[in-house]
């Protein structure tokens, strides 16, 4: 909670969060967060499954910003959602992009909702509780990282799918 206040800080200047990049092998890394998302979301009655587009090789990232963003992101289908699956997928895309879709089956996001008003700071969806800072931060370190987050429903207008792509190379910071 404090990063995420000490981030929306520099949000509010209109500055991108810090985020200290170091080359880091992304499979180890991802089988670590995947077995912590894992039993926090057995734990609220929801199975989180990872799909892998193949290896994902090794990247330059802050891996503490990138893990803060994609449990923002399995936070607010957990809270959200009231569905009991939740899917992670990534790859790496041919331009160097490292891609995350955090996927829900739940009701989807209400009729008429403007989904680039949820990045707005204090936005909520609903009564499920929360700072509504979560998606400031996600859109945020993506892009310290050179990247960007966006939201979609999911298939068939079921769910929520959030987006997130971050550059792998040092020097795509924006």
Known sequence: M???LL???RIERDLLPNVSRMEVEVDPWLDQFEARERARCAAAGCALSVERGGPLGSAHLDVGALERALSNLVDNALKHAHSDAIRLRTQIEV???LTFEVQDAGR???RG?????LFQPFRRKGEAGGTGLGLTIVRAIAKAHGGSASL?????????CATLRI????DSAA
């Not at 979609?152 to 929520?160: C, D, E, F």
């Open 7 to 9: 981030d929306f800080g």
């Open 113 to 117: 909702t403007v989904h680039e008003s």
């Open 167 to 170: 550059k792998t190379t040092e």
């Open 152 to 160: 979609a429903a999911g298939p068939n207008g079921n769910g929520v």
């Open 2 to 4: 404090v990063d995420g």
């Open 108 to 110: 989807g996001l209400p």
């Open 95 to 97: 331009q160097g992009i």
